[in-house]
């Protein structure tokens, strides 16, 4: 009965909807910025390679590092006497490929990785960056077969293509375990690639893993490659999902604090349309404690309430944009949720103490 009389207060129905509206557009706004922002990061990932190429092994530093993944053991072939034709017999005498198009460290190298199990003895796959690959479409079942020669450590090396694949934004070369374990055998240094897990985390990690730069022939960098392949690592892609971003987080924080002002104002207000109720249980004989009781039962059933058909809205808002523009928000947003939660039951605990100042001043009238 005392929740019912209190929901049927038609101020008492405005500040639900009120609160009800302003918290799914915070909610909606929120699910989008992270949407946009694990986007933003797959592209950020899928454009950048963490290479670490020390004398000392460092392979434990970065497997210890958390926000560190996708650790491979690699090596740098060269070109053999700065030779610019890749492939030996190029099949595309118009436009033969060259080492400085398989190479993002160095004009005259490429990257190495141990290949799938079905490679033998000199077979490689060869890893054509995106754009490569296709303008060199026609072409593809040409190469394989052919031959390219490189050079390790001084020594020269007959590589057979067995498959040609699109790499993304980084070429490479995946080889078979016997053609690895050799080059290990003869390797000086330890090369590794690798990716960061968000672009917040790249200049911590790129300052610790300075620290164990020994030489002047070491390697600790962060080189970037970004496609014009809408598939891939688009860099006008990721500069416009940043700028929403960062747009959307602005309209988000001036929501928020005008959430929190409605917040409080109508909490203000609820204690002070309530206040005949609260002198009037106190003349009938209600305990202090019965009254505070049936207060913040009042006041929390209505923000539970509230918070119940927020969500609903937004889920239903959510719902209707993944399905009119193919996203993939997340359809109930429960880091907002709670935070929501832990400011709802703040303010009612201080709401508390005002209940006690107005029993308090009831008393003495």
Known sequence: MIIRNFFRRTTTRIYIVLLSIIIATVSVLNSLNVFLDNQANKIYINSMRLIVSTEQNLYDVLKANENIMNIKRGFLLESPENSIQFVDEDPNLDKPLQWASFSYLSL????????????VENEIELGFSSLDYYNSTVFLNDYLGKTITADYKGEKLKLVIKRVYDAGPFPEIKISKDIYNKLERKATTYFYSSQIKHERFEEDIKSELLKYKKEEEDKIVVPHIYSQSTEV????????MNSQ???????TYVLSIIFLIMFIIISKNILEDLETTIRLENMLGFSKKNIQFNLIKRILSMYILTIILSNILSIIIVFVLNNKYSLGMQLLNFKFLIIILIVILSCNLLLVGTINNKLNITKHK
């Open 245 to 251: 971003i960062k747009l959307l987080k602005n309209i």
């Open 108 to 119: 005259t190298s490429v990257t190495t990785y141990l290949g799938d199990n079905d490679l």
């Open 233 to 240: 690592a688009n860099y006008d892609a990721l500069e416009k």
